[in-house]
């Protein structure tokens, strides 16, 4: 059980009024926020106003998490009074944000998140106060006059519930389910915490979408999970792209374009709510029946519902339905929902998702760099063990890795790297090791060397094209070829692949 301490009922109606705000401000759309409430001509971004409120945010944020530790220590005297002060500042900052061009709504949803995800969910452990269940499902779609459900914002209910149905209820844990979760939690379990890792710093980008849609957050997860790990430019045989693996023609179908050269199913945002309008139309045409829904997101529409035939209460698990069905598509709705429950419910299989502080930032290169160069000269800063290229890459999905980047660019990146940059990538040993390593190359095959393909002529022989081209041996040239001794026998026309050929 978790016990609603004072400390959460200082953040739950932060986390109301912020968001309900900042939810107004994000529902405009870019030309309605770039005019201005009264429909005036497009504002100037003042830079300088826009970081003084991020600073303001990042200030606040910091003088919550004290208030946590003294808190604790049992200073709660201090605590309540930095308490005090920091939702006084979060309001101001937020209320400021919906009226400043330029100023990201989103920076502010993903800082209130992270105060509200503080100790796994929990505030100070032994404190009295009101009782609530442990789950997520039972914490959010439970009693209607709980204190949490009255003072959550709509933006976290969305997270565990389903077209007004708890998720944990529309997720059949049958045989299938439970197979899946052994995967998870077992092979699969270094895939699972990675794709958690790699979402939980794209979070800001991709879950607004889902939010918007009313779609649950565990499904954005489950699919992300199977279909990509997290990692933004996957790319599967079939041709399907991007964390949500949108197939070329369906990305195209929801608004998933080429634009100056890039595929825009890379990009996480777009990707995402390109996702939640797929979920959300098939989810009205399958009658908010989930796993068809999955299953025509992996198998196809226009196949599950020639299976389905109109009839609204028939169940992906149906025989006729379930068998009729690529083995794929049986494996991956379970994998879907199976992640998505371990999502929701990871204490109840000794799953612990790791806690980090994803606040989403910028790095201003002081000297060029690529995202490889970065990745080297940033190491294990705040404790990264594998480090930052995947977290860098997926945060800048249109630039290429290896190329650098100019002095001046202006790089996403959580927030927690800018001090590591300036204190370690801006000059001395570290950039310049980094630039060394990334200006090293392999050697170049020499020409001569290179494979080259040779036509066919009448009366040629093997011997005669390995003598004639100045290639390396007879028998290399036939092994390559599947030809056989001792006559070799070509016949003209046919394609030789002839390497290491001076000629």
Not at 1 to 9: F, K
Not at 80 to 89: R, Y
Not at 107 to 113: A, K, L, N, T, Y
Not at 422 to 449: V, Y
Request: aromatic letters at 8%.
């Amino acid at each position: 059980m978790i016990r609603l301490s004072r400390l959460a009922r200082f953040l739950l109606p932060l986390t109301v009024s912020g968001i309900t705000l900042l939810s107004g401000c994000a529902g405009m759309s870019s030309s309605t926020r770039a005019s201005g409430a009264d429909g005036a001509a497009s504002a100037p971004v003042n830079e300088q106003q826009v970081n003084a409120l991020y600073a303001q945010l990042d200030q606040a944020s910091g003088q919550y998490e004290d208030a946590l530790q003294l808190a604790r220590s049992g200073d709660k005297k201090q605590a309540d009074q930095t308490l005090d002060e920091t939702l006084d500042q979060l309001k101001d900052a937020a209320a400021k944000c919906g009226d400043t061009p330029g100023c990201d709504p989103q920076r502010f949803f993903s800082v209130f998140d992270h105060l509200l995800r503080l100790k796994d969910g929990s505030f100070i452990a032994g404190d009295e106060g009101d009782t609530l269940p442990d789950t997520p499902d039972a914490g959010v779609a439970g009693d209607a006059s709980s204190p949490v459900i009255q003072a959550l914002p709509r933006a976290q209910q969305s997270v565990t519930l389903l077209r007004g149905h708890k998720l944990s209820d529309l997720i059949a844990m049958n045989g299938p389910v439970k197979a899946a979760l052994e995967e998870w939690l077992t092979w699969l379990r270094p895939q699972l915490m990675n794709a958690y890792v790699n979402y939980e710093y794209m979070r800001y980008e991709m879950w607004p979408a889902y939010r918007k849609a009313d779609l649950p957050e565990a499904i954005l997860f489950g699919i992300l999970a199977k279909e990509s790990g997290g990692k933004v430019h996957a790319v599967s045989r079939s041709g399907a792209a991007g964390p949500l693996q949108f197939m070329y023609s369906t990305g195209r179908r929801f608004g998933l374009g080429t634009v100056d050269g890039f595929d825009q199913r890379f990009d996480p945002a777009l990707s995402a709510k390109a996702n939640a309008a797929y979920m959300d139309e098939q989810l009205k045409v399958f009658n908010d029946n989930l796993e068809l829904t999955l299953a025509a997101y992996n198998g196809g529409e226009g196949r599950v519902r020639r299976l389905v035939d109109g009839r609204d209460n028939i169940s992906f698990y149906d025989p006729k339905i379930y068998f009729s069905l690529p083995a794929e598509t049986r494996d991956y709705v379970p994998m879907v929902l199976a992640a998505a429950w371990l999502f929701l419910h990871p204490h109840r299989y000794h799953l612990k998702f790791p806690h980090l502080d994803v606040r989403p930032g910028h790095i201003v290169l002081q000297r060029p760099a690529s995202l490889s160069e970065l990745t080297v000269c940033l190491g294990e800063a705040g404790g990264k063990q594998d480090g930052w290229f995947r977290v860098l890459r997926n945060l800048n999905p249109r630039l290429n890795p290896q190329k650098a980047q100019p002095e001046g660019a202006r790089l996403n990146a959580p927030k927690v790297l800018e001090k590591a940059y300036a204190a370690s990538c801006t000059g001395g040993h570290w950039p310049e090791l980094a630039a060394d390593l990334h200006a090293a190359s392999d050697p170049t095959m020499p020409a001569w060397m290179r494979m080259r393909h040779y036509r066919v002529r009448r009366g040629d022989t093997l011997s005669g094209i390995v003598r004639r081209l100045g290639c390396s041996n007879l028998r290399t040239v036939a092994r390559m070829n599947h030809l056989h001794p001792p006559h070799y026998a070509i016949r003209a026309g046919r394609r030789l692949k002839l390497p290491r050929c001076r000629r």
